[in-house]
């Protein structure tokens, strides 16, 4: 089944106590897609999502589902129950007193859009995997099981777009990668448009077709997972999906000066401050060259030499830790595997120039 439902914030503002929580913020939520809101705490992200349920009104902006206005201070609020939307919340609370099947009933209330078959409870337990759970209460079951639950209820509905606020932060990391894989599919399954938000970059790249990436209130960057992260619009942008290495310069004749020679750097002023941002995966250990010891040469744009301060092996890969001989910076390097070397150990490292971002920066 798919549906053509989309959802638009267009210029939303929103402020507590005169403080702006959410800044001229525009976000459009495609049909069948999952758009991932994503970003620190304390942004505005859950606001943001609150104001898109009609749960919260905006300051100034306009709400669409289909190109239609329902929500503009002054104009119109359509409530949240009108709606067509499913909600899920992190707390995602079942009724204590009411069993599984109960539980699910009640989200068929909500079904005010009859143009779709909706599933009976029984359906919708086979659908989350928990055939047979119709007669128990939610405190006999496990936080996964009662998220399964929670799931099956906000789906009953039928919802056409689907409001998820961090829905999978309370379960263990096995668990939440599992029900996160099922959940999605199943809603792209259903053709539901969907806004999920998160904290964790790395979630966000796994769910979403688009990520919306929020600071102090403002969307500062939207696109595709692949897009953001290897086009990422500045440092704290690149920063937010992973450790990054920051090599500090200054534009002279077109170059700047790194530890692994003359960078070119076209398009910058003379004498702009930049940062070149280098992701520890990006730089290479160089076995060869390192292996013939302290007496080897450094070349211009060739690989430089630093000495181990920390290696640590994380799991699938190892980091580690370097002071750089040339000018004393501290970079990072990771590697796939295990490899541990002693502190004080000289290496040589190379840093992949194509992977490299340049961003003037800000002083
Ligand atoms: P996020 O979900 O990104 O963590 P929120 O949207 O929950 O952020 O909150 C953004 C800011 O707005 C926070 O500083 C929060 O304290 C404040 N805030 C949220 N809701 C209210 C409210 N109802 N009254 C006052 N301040 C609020
Ligand atoms: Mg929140």
Avoid at 67 to 81: D, R
Avoid at 98 to 114: D, M, S
Avoid at 184 to 204: K, N
Wanted: charged letters at 25%; a positive charge.
């Amino acid at each position: 089944m798919k549906t053509n439902y989309s959802l638009e914030l267009i210029n939303i503002n929103k402020s507590f106590d005169n403080s702006k929580v959410v800044e001229n913020l525009n976000l459009s939520i495609p049909p069948g897609k999952v758009t991932c809101l994503l970003g620190p705490s304390g942004c505005g992200k859950s606001t943001t999502l609150r104001i898109a349920a009609g749960l919260e009104q905006q300051d100034y902006g306009k709400v669409k589902i289909n190109g239609n206005l329902i929500s503009e201070p002054n104009v119109c609020h359509l409530p949240p129950e009108k709606r067509n939307i499913g909600f899920m919340f992190q707390d995602f609370a079942l009724f204590p007193h009411l069993n599984v099947k109960k539980n699910i009933e009640f989200g068929f209330t909500n079904n005010r859009y009859k143009q779709y078959d909706h599933f009976s409870s029984d359906e919708l337990l086979k659908k989350v995997g928990l055939d047979g759970f119709q007669k128990k209460y939610p405190h006999t079951l496990s936080g996964g099981e009662q998220q399964r639950i929670a799931l099956a209820r906000a789906i009953s509905g039928m919802p056409m777009l689907m409001l998820m606020d961090e829905p999978f932060s309370g379960l263990d990391k096995r668990l939440r990668d599992e029900i996160r894989d099922e959940t999605i599919e199943m809603l792209r399954d259903q053709g539901v448009a969907v806004l999920i938000v998160t904290h964790e970059p790395e979630e966000a790249m796994k769910m979403a077709d688009n990520i919306a990436l929020m600071k102090n209130g403002k969307i500062i960057q939207q696109g595709a997972p692949y897009n953001i992260y290897n086009k990422p619009l500045n440092s704290s942008v690149a920063a937010f999906f992973s450790d990054i290495n920051i090599l500090n310069s200054i534009v002279k004749d077109g170059r700047t000066d790194t530890p692994f020679g003359p960078f070119i750097t076209p398009g910058f002023k003379e004498g702009s401050y930049v940062e070149i941002i280098i992701r520890p995966q990006h730089l290479k250990i160089d076995f060869d060259r390192s292996g013939k010891g302290p007496n080897a040469t450094v070349q211009d744009g060739v690989p430089a030499r630093g000495k181990v301060c920390i290696s640590r092996f994380i799991g699938k890969e190892s980091i580690i830790e370097l002071k750089m001989e040339k000018d004393g910076s501290k970079l990072k390097a990771s590697i796939p595997g295990v490899f541990l070397p002693d502190p004080e150990t000289p290496l040589w490292l190379s840093m992949r120039r194509d992977r490299c971002f340049v961003f003037l920066k800000n002083i």
